[in-house]
C-alpha cells in the first residue's frame, strides 16, 4: 500500500525577503539603465526587477532596501539576490559582496491526502487559536505559537503554511496538526 505522507508534500510556493544593499538609489536613473525595469511613481514608490531564472521580482526602493519575492526555494532566493548586486554593481553601485537578506515570510503548501471535516475541527481544537466563517472563506485558520505560523486548512486536506521564517517551520507546522487532528480522531 502507498502510504501519503504529508510531510513529503510540503512545496515551497514564495518566500519573501528583505536586504539593505546601499545606502541610497536614484531610482529614476537606475530604471532608465537597467533593462526590463519597470518604474512608475504615481503606481508604486520602487523599481521593479522581474528575473526569469530565478523566477523572482525584486522590488528596489530609494532607501537602498530591496525586496524579493517570489523565490521557491531559499537557494533562488539567494541566486536571485546575488544577480541583483551584479547588475547594481554593473552601474557602478556600491554594493557588499554577499548582500545578506532576511526572511519576512514563506508560504509553503502540503496535503493530508485527505478529506477533513473543518465543522468537527472548529470545534475540537482550541478556539482561541482558530477561525472559521465558511461563509466569509472556505478554509480554517489555524494560528499556532510554535512555530509562529499561520495554516489555512481546507476540507479537500490541503493546507498552505504562511508566516514561516525557515523551511523547517511548515515541517513541524504540518507534524503538529497531524498529531492533533489524529488525537482528537479526526483522521
Known amino acids: ?6 510531510e513529503e508534500s510540503l512545496k515551497i510556493e514564495n518566500i519573501v525577503a528583505s536586504a539593505k544593499v546601499t545606502d541610497s538609489l536614484d531610482l529614476p536613473s537606475l530604471a532608465s539603465r537597467l533593462k526590463d525595469a519597470e518604474y512608475n511613481k504615481k503606481r508604486f514608490p520602487g523599481v521593479v526587477l522581474r528575473m526569469q531564472d ?19 526555494s531559499i537557494d533562488n532566493l539567494s541566486r536571485g539576490l546575488q544577480i541583483l548586486a551584479d547588475q547594481l554593481r554593473a552601474l557602478d553601485i556600491d554594493i557588499p559582496e554577499n548582500p545578506e537578506y532576511k526572511i519576512q515570510n514563506i508560504v509553503t503548501s502540503a496535503d493530508l491526502g485527505t478529506p477533513i471535516n473543518l465543522n468537527k475541527i472548529a470545534v475540537g481544537f ?9 461563509e466569509q472563506f472556505p478554509g480554517l485558520v489555524y494560528r499556532l505559537d510554535d512555530p509562529k505560523v499561520v495554516v489555512l486548512l481546507f476540507g479537500s486536506g490541503k493546507l498552505i503554511i504562511t508566516g514561516g ?10 507534524k503538529r496538526i497531524l498529531s492533533e487532528l489524529s488525537s482528537l480522531g479526526l483522521i
Open 126 to 134: 482550541n478556539l482561541d487559536k482558530i477561525e472559521y466563517e465558511p
Open 165 to 174: 521564517k525557515v523551511p523547517e517551520d511548515a515541517q513541524r507546522a504540518v
Open 54 to 72: 530565478p523566477k523572482i521580482a525584486a522590488l528596489v526602493f530609494g532607501s537602498g532596501k530591496v525586496v524579493l519575492t517570489g523565490a521557491k
Open 1 to 6: 500500500m502507498n502510504e501519503h505522507r504529508p
